[in-house]
């Protein structure tokens, strides 16, 4: 069974950075994309950034030049660095996967349970 575990999350001023982690635990599968979305209280969940296999990002509007996605897939790792913070971002920050299980051809869409992100000062 995989399991998605986020961290990284707290509380910062405006203008701070963080670097959120997701880490992929488990064996026998593989990651193509992976992504951050946020959820902010009364809010729908909205993608952050998305990153592929074959290394193409994708980046919502109002984190770029902020915002940088990657992936260490040696150790099934997903990274989310965060600049020039604003209250704005202030959210449940969520990893999602798109895992193959070796020997299949079906996606399985994977969450993590989500890390607390507050700009504030």
């Known amino acids: 069974q995989v399991q998605l575990v986020e961290s990284g999350g707290g509380l910062v001023q405006p203008g701070g950075s963080l670097r959120l982690s997701c880490a992929a635990s488990g064996t026998g599968f593989s990651i193509n994309a992976m992504g951050w979305y946020r959820q902010a209280p009364g809010k729908q969940r909205e993608l952050v950034a998305r990153i592929g296999d074959t290394g193409w990002r994708n980046y919502a509007d109002s984190v770029k030049g902020r915002f940088t996605i990657s992936r260490d897939n040696a150790k099934n790792t997903m990274y989310l660095q965060m600049n020039s913070l604003k209250p704005e971002d202030t959210a449940v920050y969520y990893c999602?996967?798109?895992?193959?299980?070796?020997?299949?051809?079906?996606?399985?869409?994977?969450w993590g349970q989500g890390t607390q992100v507050t700009v504030s000062s």
């Open positions: 999602n996967a798109n895992i193959i299980a070796w020997g299949t051809t079906t996606v399985e869409v994977h």
